[in-house]
């Protein structure tokens, strides 16, 4: 017995010499972090309470930023959903994305995204609302929506994760995108009074009352923020999961969505966690959305595809530090195309192309296109743009504030931003600005080269001839499939589609 009872004591000893470095090599191995991104639309920054709005209530925007990181400087690729979204998703800016790069087109199945890149490295993934898009995945070779497969709420799609299994989960919410629901501003009880009104929209109250509405609108994607911190809590998997809250752009008022003026670019941005993050911090260097993607894979331990852009925020995170870190990052570059919010009226393009850089003090933008006509419904800008339209001729004031919103642009703006924060009086003809408008000029052409813009490569007419989904059709599954010449001519074509 005593024979039998030796051998296996040293069996047993053997085995654990040779299990022993695995065994550490687990035990020293982190676990990988959750994703969870919660993005709502049309928002601008300002118009949450962390960033020191008195009127908006945001309090589970603000655990996040408290318990995590704020980013006051975060600005979108471009200032409309699908184009937007596309760029988040790759990680790229928008003008690489082929025909993503325009409203309503279609992402590529061929563009490396974050989701799929996560599950192909083990992680669980799906997605609740609305992902990327408005387009046709289906035109992109996509067998589902590249944001991942559909849950019917986070609840139902963490019981779905298999265990000790990381996820990553997208949650989108259509809050603050038009139409309003009136009643949500009702039931909050809010005085039009206390609405910070931009300077170049009207003062009457119907236009108050209106951004009171947007103002609730994001209140409400806040409560569903506050249920997914809940659900995660109840879970506990709070610690270890990388929690982003942000918007794909600004709000859709005049010189907002669809604009390059911070009103239409800079989102709000909260990132946590926990287990890695030191809590209550402001971050003020410039990022943009693009950058998440780079974020998450490094997070986790991935190789960054070499076509992305973006630049990982991860430094910054794990960064003891407050204010300005990585002193690289004092500038931004974004865009836009047309959209099909640009055809308005007669069917022609409306609408002017642009890029701009922005840094801490100075927006450039240079206009592509300026003998197009302006666009209107691209803005979506409600009610005030009904009534400036209406009075522009009466109101030599308002005659101004609409001039400002919907009059032609020239190729080239200017705006001290410290001085001018709603960007209101461009600088680019002054003499003692010419300098500057040089310098940026020549800084936003190497980057837009540099990163294979088409406009910069002499290959504009391209954008003309992307095909995009315009809208559902009146039968169930069917959809207006747009084509354009390269004048900006359209034809139609209606066909069944289950992809948008």
């Known amino acids: 017995m005593k024979d039998l009872k030796s051998v296996w004591k040293q069996t047993t000893f053997l085995q654990a010499l040779v299990l022993m470095p695995a065994l550490v090599q687990a035990q020293e191995k982190p ?18 309470s962390a960033y020191g709005n008195r009127v908006v209530n945001t309090p589970a925007f603000d655990r996040v930023a408290r318990e995590g990181a704020l980013f006051t400087h975060a600005f979108c690729s471009e200032p409309t959903c699908s184009p937007s979204r596309a760029a988040i998703l790759t990680g790229q800016q928008f003008w690489r994305l082929e025909n993503a790069s325009v409203f309503g087109g279609s992402l590529k199945s061929t563009f490396p995204v974050f989701p799929v890149l996560l599950e192909e490295a083990g992680y669980h993934t799906g997605s609740n609302g609305k992902t990327w898009g408005p387009g046709s995945w289906i035109d992109g070779g996509w067998k589902e929506n590249p944001g991942g497969k559909r849950y019917p709420s986070f609840q139902a799609f963490l019981q779905s994760v298999p265990d000790r299994k990381p996820f990553c989960y997208w949650q989108g919410s259509a809050d603050a995108h038009r139409p309003y629901r009136r009643e949500l501003t ?15 929209l009207p003062d009457r109250l ?35 999961t990388i929690v982003v809250v942000t918007s794909d752009h ?25 287990a890695r993050i030191k ?8 990022v943009s959305l693009t950058d998440l993607a780079l974020t998450f894979l ?15 925020l991860l430094d910054l995170l794990l960064s003891p530090s407050d204010g300005r870190i990585d002193r690289s990052r004092t500038r ?13 009226g007669s069917g022609r393009l409306q609408g002017y192309p642009n890029r701009a850089i922005r840094t801490e003090q100075f927006l450039y933008i240079r206009n592509y296109e300026v003998d197009r006509m302006p666009g209107y419904n691209a803005v979506q800008g409600g ?20 001039e400002l919103s919907y009059g032609k642009r020239p190729e080239e703006e200017l705006y001290d931003c410290a001085k001018d924060p709603f960007q209101m009086v461009s600088l680019a003809s002054a003499p003692d600005h010419a300098a500057t408008k040089k310098r940026l000029r020549i800084e936003l052409e190497r980057y837009l080269v540099s990163t294979k813009d088409p406009r910069a490569l002499g290959q504009s007419e391209i954008f003309l001839k992307y095909p995009i989904w315009y809208r559902r059709g009146k039968k169930p599954g069917e959809s207006i499939f747009l084509i354009r010449d390269r004048d900006g001519k359209l034809s139609l074509e209606t066909r069944l589609e289950k992809g948008l």
Not at 280 to 286: A, C, L, M, N, S
Not at 298 to 312: I, L, Q, R
Not at 332 to 344: H, R
Request: glycine letters at 8%; a negative charge.
């Open 31 to 48: 676990t990988r972090p959750n994703i969870l991104v919660a993005i709502v639309e049309d928002s601008s920054w300002l118009h949450f």
């Open 186 to 200: 009702r039931m909050a009880g809010k005085n039009p009074a206390d609405v910070q009104l931009p300077p170049f």
């Open 206 to 240: 119907e236009v108050r009352m209106d951004i009171l509405d947007y103002y609730c609108e994001i209140e409400r994607f806040d409560r569903l923020v506050g249920q997914l911190l809940h659900t995660l809590d109840e879970a506990q998997k709070s610690d270890n």
């Open 250 to 274: 600004g709000m859709p008022f005049a010189r907002g969505k669809a604009n390059l003026y911070d009103l239409g670019v800079r989102v709000p941005l909260a990132i946590r966690w926990p």
């Open 279 to 286: 809590g209550g911090r402001t971050i003020h260097d410039f």
């Open 298 to 312: 490094e997070a986790v331990g991935e190789s960054v595809d070499p076509s992305m852009t973006g630049k990982s």
């Open 332 to 344: 931004i570059f974004f865009g836009k195309e047309i959209g099909v919010g640009a055809f308005y």
């Open 383 to 402: 009610l005030a743009t009904e009534f400036m339209k209406t009075q522009k001729d009466q109101d030599p004031a308002m005659a101004r504030n609409y």
